[in-house]
């Protein structure tokens, strides 16, 4: 959440260069946005409310620099206002700071300094530590005064900080993440790679509880523990800059929906032999436990019922959020598969460090490389879906879905006979994500536009599927939609349904099907719309969108109409499908 962005180095538009890189990274959050830049022994600055996408170029005038900061907001302290905006500025606007994170002692600290004659003018907890930085560089060295207001924070953060007569900027973390990219004799912070990729794909990752320094000749990293500097190897990104564009098409989230006509295929591109060790790791362990969130944690519930159907395990499920409270089983053989699009889901990251500390092993399933997950998991799993940039997940969504299924395969010594049905599924989307079934997808949602609350049923995975169905239209459409196993419908929810209310029933051709074509006629003859992901028409179908029969791995299929249907929801009824109100990319606080 909130993208943080800093340029140092010998061009001279570096307020304008931020700028284009927040644009890039605005899928971190959209309320507002900010910049400083140091020209002259003084910092300039401009904050505005609203998505920087509307900047252009001479918005503002800013004097030339090379040398500045940015961020652009997900509001967590405070409401959405000029003031509220990062960056957040010392008494004399000597110091400009922007942060991600939540810091959680920040009224004590603020309080503290208040008593001391220290003046706010924002209600945000950022703004207590440029004031806190400031009140110890009366008495130490810039340096000093970021590592010793860091030992006194408490909570998340990943922070820039810049002062008027200095040519350096100090960044630090602990628990959110910073990227530096390190260019031919410039240097870029992002709190995401794609923001300077097509600078650089030389980057070092800033680790929890460190520092770096950097200044015109280089960047120097320290450990806040020890306080003593640390030396960083480079890591070569393999993302090209290009496939975080949206290229010809009007949005991310379409074009990354197209883009799973080859997205299965990648994640396969696994190693055999690592794809076995980590399917007897399940079997030896004493627990398997999935944890995500939000659609990842859909994705684990889906697995689960893979690993029951496919690899007749038995695993656990979790989403981040509530793993603290089902800990106490955790032992030192335990198995943690943690499944992250980001690789830097706070409540995800805090379960694995909650079974790290029990000594359990983590797998970590993640599409992006060199994340904080990665680098902290015992095993990772990278599902090379590429840059997904769209708020709502889809591609990532597949393709985790693609490797929990090949490990279920593996898990029952079958793992070339998930392959081949992984591969077949692949080419059965290719043929499906046509212009013809997006027209057809179009008119359903021409249809249900209007509609105020629809409801997705499923049985098995196809359970999951519905939540996660539910997931894709809320952020994309605003229509409130919620997700049942069908069987559960005549327990409660049935109530719900009146005349045309649309449910959407997923189904595979197993033996499911016919449950929950019963369980479609009961809400028809309550009134309902019915509509039908399925593979086969039916008589009790009010609308069919027809896909594939792709046996075990149905549940990828299926989401795929309802990410199209979401997407043509969210712009008849006038939404941005990448950036949905309220919501961030990575959601990086708690
Ligand atoms: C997906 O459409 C959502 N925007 C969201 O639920 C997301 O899946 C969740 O925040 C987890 O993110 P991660 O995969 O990066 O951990």
Same mark, same amino acid.
């Given at each position: 959440?909130?993208?943080? %962005?800093?340029?140092?180095?010998?061009?001279?538009?570096?307020?304008?260069?931020?700028?284009?890189?927040?644009?890039?990274?605005?899928?971190?959050?959209?309320?507002?946005?900010?910049?400083?830049?140091?020209?002259?022994?003084?910092?300039?600055?401009?904050?505005?409310?609203?998505?920087?996408?509307?900047?252009?170029?001479?918005?503002?005038?800013?004097?030339?620099?090379?040398?500045?900061?940015?961020?652009?907001?997900?509001?967590?302290?405070?409401?959405?206002?000029?003031?509220?905006?990062?960056?957040?500025?010392? *008494?004399?606007?000597?110091?400009?700071?922007?942060? =991600?994170?939540?810091?959680?002692?920040?009224?004590?600290?603020?309080?503290?300094?208040?008593?001391?004659?220290?003046?706010?003018?924002?209600?945000?907890?950022?703004? /207590?530590?440029?004031?806190?930085?400031?009140?110890?560089?009366?008495?130490?060295?810039?340096?000093?005064?970021?590592?010793?207001?860091?030992?006194?924070?408490?909570?998340?953060?990943?922070?820039?900080?810049?002062?008027?007569?200095?040519?350096?900027?100090?960044? *630090?973390?602990?628990?959110?993440?910073?990227?530096?990219?390190?260019?031919?004799?410039?240097? &870029?912070?992002?709190?995401?790679?794609?923001?300077?990729?097509?600078?650089? =794909?030389?980057?070092?990752?800033?680790?929890?509880?460190?520092?770096?320094?950097?200044?015109?000749?280089?960047?120097?990293?320290?450990?806040?523990?020890? =306080?003593?500097?640390?030396?960083?190897?480079?890591?070569?990104?393999?993302?090209?800059?290009?496939?975080?564009?949206?290229?010809?098409?009007?949005?991310?989230?379409?074009?990354?929906?197209?883009?799973?006509?080859?997205?299965?295929?990648?994640?396969?591109?696994?190693?055999?032999?690592?794809?076995?060790?980590?399917?007897?790791?399940?079997?030896?362990? &004493?627990?398997?436990?999935?944890?995500?969130?939000?659609?990842?944690?859909?994705?684990?519930? *889906?697995?689960?019922?893979?690993?029951?159907?496919?690899?007749?395990?038995?695993?656990? @499920?979790?989403?981040?959020?509530?793993?603290? /409270?089902?800990?106490? &089983?955790?032992?030192?053989?335990?198995?943690?598969?943690?499944?992250?699009?980001?690789?830097?889901?706070?409540?995800?990251?805090?379960?694995?460090?909650?079974?790290?500390?029990?000594?359990?092993?983590?797998?970590?399933?993640?599409?992006?490389?060199?994340?904080?997950?990665?680098?902290?998991?015992? @095993?990772?799993?990278?599902?090379?879906?590429?840059?997904?940039?769209?708020?709502?997940?889809?591609?990532?969504?597949?393709?985790?879905?693609?490797?929990?299924?090949?490990?279920?395969?593996?898990?029952?010594?079958?793992?070339?006979?998930?392959?081949?049905?992984?591969?077949?599924?692949?080419?059965?989307?290719?043929?499906?994500?046509?212009?013809?079934?997006?027209?057809?997808?179009?008119?359903?949602?021409?249809?249900?536009?209007?509609?105020?609350?629809?409801?997705?049923?499923?049985?098995?995975? =196809?359970?999951?599927?519905?939540?996660?169905?539910?997931?894709?239209?809320?952020?994309?459409?605003?229509?409130?939609?919620?997700? @049942?196993?069908?069987?559960?419908?005549?327990?409660?929810?049935?109530?719900?349904?009146?005349?045309?209310?649309?449910?959407?029933?997923?189904?595979?051709?197993?033996?499911?099907?016919?449950?929950?074509?019963?369980?479609?006629?009961?809400?028809?003859?309550?009134?309902?719309?019915?509509?039908?992901?399925?593979?086969?028409?039916?008589?009790? %179908?009010?609308?069919?969108?027809?896909?594939?029969?792709?046996?075990?791995?149905?549940?990828?299929?299926?989401?795929?109409?309802?990410?199209?249907?979401?997407?043509?929801?969210?712009?008849?009824?006038?939404?941005?499908?990448?950036?949905?109100?309220?919501?961030?990319?990575?959601?990086?606080?708690?």
């Amino acid at each position: 959440m909130c993208g943080i %962005f800093a340029y140092l180095g010998p061009k001279t538009n570096a307020p304008e260069l931020v700028i284009e890189g927040l644009k890039k990274l605005e899928y971190r959050g959209y309320d507002s946005w900010g910049v400083a830049a140091q020209a002259n022994n003084r910092i300039d600055s401009c904050k505005k409310v609203g998505k920087i996408s509307a900047y252009q170029v001479g918005d503002h005038n800013f004097a030339a620099s090379s040398l500045a900061i940015g961020h652009s907001r997900w509001a967590t302290h405070g409401g959405v206002t000029e003031a509220n905006a990062h960056p957040h500025f010392n *008494a004399d606007h000597s110091l400009a700071l922007v942060h =991600n994170g939540i810091i959680e002692n920040y009224a004590e600290i603020r309080a503290d300094l208040e008593s001391k004659g220290h003046k706010f003018v924002s209600q945000t907890d950022t703004e /207590s530590i440029v004031h806190l930085i400031d009140f110890h560089l009366k008495s130490m060295s810039l340096e000093e005064a970021v590592k010793k207001a860091m030992s006194e924070m408490h909570g998340r953060y990943a922070i820039l900080l810049i002062k008027a007569d200095e040519q350096k900027i100090i960044a *630090a973390r602990r628990g959110s993440p910073l990227i530096i990219g390190i260019g031919q004799g410039e240097f &870029f912070v992002g709190s995401d790679i794609p923001a300077f990729l097509e600078y650089t =794909n030389q980057v070092n990752y800033l680790d929890d509880d460190q520092m770096v320094i950097i200044d015109q000749e280089k960047a120097q990293f320290y450990d806040l523990k020890t =306080n003593s500097p640390i030396e960083k190897r480079l890591i070569t990104i393999e993302w090209q800059a290009s496939q975080a564009e949206k290229g010809d098409y009007p949005h991310f989230m379409i074009k990354e929906i197209m883009e799973q006509k080859e997205t299965i295929r990648r994640a396969l591109e696994q190693d055999d032999q690592e794809i076995q060790k980590i399917a007897e790791a399940i079997k030896g362990a &004493f627990g398997t436990y999935l944890v995500g969130c939000g659609t990842a944690g859909k994705v684990c519930l *889906a697995a689960t019922y893979q690993f029951s159907h496919i690899g007749h395990r038995h695993v656990n @499920f979790a989403v981040g959020s509530e793993f603290s /409270s089902l800990q106490d &089983f955790i032992k030192d053989r335990s198995l943690m598969i943690a499944v992250s699009q980001s690789g830097e889901t706070a409540d995800t990251l805090e379960a694995i460090h909650a079974a790290k500390s029990k000594g359990a092993k983590v797998l970590s399933i993640i599409n992006v490389k060199g994340s904080t997950m990665d680098r902290e998991s015992d @095993f990772a799993l990278h599902i090379k879906a590429g840059p997904e940039k769209a708020v709502a997940s889809t591609k990532a969504t597949t393709a985790q879905m693609a490797v929990l299924t090949l490990l279920a395969y593996a898990c029952a010594g079958r793992l070339e006979a998930g392959k081949k049905l992984l591969l077949d599924t692949q080419s059965q989307i290719n043929d499906m994500l046509n212009p013809r079934y997006e027209d057809h997808i179009r008119t359903l949602a021409d249809q249900i536009a209007k509609v105020e609350s629809m409801y997705i049923i499923g049985k098995g995975v =196809n359970y999951a599927i519905a939540l996660e169905s539910a997931i894709k239209l809320q952020e994309i459409s605003y229509i409130h939609a919620e997700g @049942f196993a069908s069987g559960e419908l005549k327990h409660g929810p049935i109530a719900l349904i009146s005349q045309s209310t649309p449910v959407i029933a997923l189904i595979s051709n197993d033996q499911s099907r016919k449950d929950v074509l019963n369980n479609c006629q009961e809400v028809k003859a309550r009134g309902a719309y019915v509509i039908g992901i399925a593979p086969e028409n039916d008589a009790v %179908f009010d609308f069919w969108i027809k896909v594939p029969d792709a046996g075990e791995a149905q549940g990828i299929v299926n989401i795929i109409p309802i990410q199209l249907l979401a997407y043509h929801l969210g712009l008849l009824r006038k939404n941005d499908p990448d950036m949905p109100r309220n919501l961030a990319k990575s959601v990086t606080v708690k």
